[in-house]
């Protein structure tokens, strides 16, 4: 403990703007810091979200990239934090890749309870897929609780046996919820961008292989085919990025494709979209269809994604193996089936989303008694 507080070690990658850190920070910006502190360590440099932890009274520390090669220094630098921090009381840990290596040192150097919360159900193609499904071996044996976002989520990285306790990602619903001022906020956006009488087809995520930009372009490609006005809104940033602009380029469609980076008010990117297309070859549960669903939008994503998010009538799935145009074809009529100048008020998908447990302020209770749990 320190200073009278149930210290959790939250051991991630680095806190930019992705969807399991903004998940964290969310939970944090609520934790009950009279009783709890959150420490971070990651193993990237600073990043979006690094000064807001701080200010709220983290501890940020740094370890060595677990690069395979450097096994050895990996160990031993985890081997002196956690035998210099006899403080932490719970490791969470986040990179489920590397957590069976840095879960039983914490467990030896007297942390009390480690923990693994699974946030994917998937691994790129590829060896460096082959060498994160060998590090996740056995690791249901190597923590105390296993966590996951999805029941996908919790087979990938467990397997089927595992005992896992299911987590959902939850987010800030009334934040995104299309109240009037909210709704207003979209039509600025949609006027400040020129976009104003456009069809504007969304999509919120970093530029991954996970979530598939190719063929969301060449679903876009179709959409435009079939609708002149359709503009293609990308929020996000990713080592896929350029490529992604290349694709655009080549498919004839550059100049209907907005690359709007990364975004700290995406409610309002929501309300300006008339349909979410979300064709990720595989997902944990995507904060980005909770939101969406809480914003009132039309969302079309793959049968990849878990179905532990599809909670209301405005999500519909279509296979990957089904052609662009289909995928097209069925985009727009989801935004028919809910247009968005209907939007405004419609606030009863918000609070299906929240009585179907992905409310934050509901489930940090839930977080905060199970730390108590795992201690006694």
């Known amino acids: 403990m320190l200073n009278g507080k149930i210290v959790i070690l939250q051991v991630l990658g680095g806190l930019s703007m992705g969807g399991a850190e903004s998940r964290i ?39 060595v990239k677990y690069k395979v090669y450097n096994k050895a220094r990996y160990l031993k630098e985890m081997r002196e934090f956690f035998s210099a921090h006899p403080e932490i009381d719970i490791v969470q ?23 693994a919360h699974a946030r994917s159900a998937g691994v ?10 060998s590090l996740r071996r056995g690791l249901a044996k190597k923590a105390d609780i296993c966590l996951a976002c999805s029941h996908e989520a919790a087979e990938a990285v467990f397997g089927k046996e595992a005992e896992v306790r299911i987590f959902p990602n939850a987010v800030s619903l009334d934040g995104f919820s299309p109240t009037a001022s909210h709704v207003a906020a979209g039509k600025e956006l949609k006027k400040r961008l ?15 292989y996970a979530k598939n930009h190719e063929f969301l ?15 293609l809104l990308l929020v996000g940033e990713g080592e896929l990025m350029e490529q992604t602009r290349q694709q655009a380029e080549k498919l004839g469609i550059r100049e209907s494709v907005i690359f709007a980076g990364r975004q700290a008010d995406p ?52 296979s990957l193996k089904e052609e662009a145009a289909l995928w097209a074809e069925r985009a727009l009529k989801l935004a028919e089936r809910f247009p968005a100048d209907k939007r405004a008020g419609e606030l009863k998908y918000t609070g299906a989303m929240k009585e179907a447990g992905f409310d934050v302020n509901t489930q940090v209770l839930t977080l905060e008694a199970l730390y108590r749990e795992a201690l006694r």
Do not use: W
Not at 295 to 318: F, H, I, N
């Open 267 to 318: 409610e309002s990117y929501y309300q300006a979209m008339d349909v979410l297309v979300f064709p990720s070859h595989y997902e944990g549960l995507p904060g980005t269809v909770v939101e969406a669903q809480a914003s009132g939008l039309p969302v079309l994503m793959s049968e990849a994604v878990t179905k532990d998010v599809r909670v209301t009538a405005l999500v519909e799935c279509l």
């Open 25 to 63: 920070m969310d939970i944090l910006r609520r934790l009950d810091r009279q009783q709890f502190q959150y420490d971070f360590l990651l193993n990237e440099p600073p990043a979006f979200f690094d000064e807001e932890a701080e200010r709220l009274g983290c501890r940020i520390f740094r370890t």
């Open 93 to 115: 840990g986040h990179s489920t890749n590397t957590a069976g290596l840095y879960l039983p040192i914490a467990r030896e150097c007297g942390v009390k309870c480690t923990m």
């Open 124 to 133: 790129d193609p590829g060896l460096g897929g082959m060498i994160k499904k």
């Open 194 to 208: 020129g976009l104003s009488n456009a069809f504007i087809v969304g999509h919120v995520g970093r530029f991954h």
């Open 217 to 231: 372009l060449k679903i876009f490609s179709e959409i435009k085919k079939r609708e002149k006005n359709a503009m």
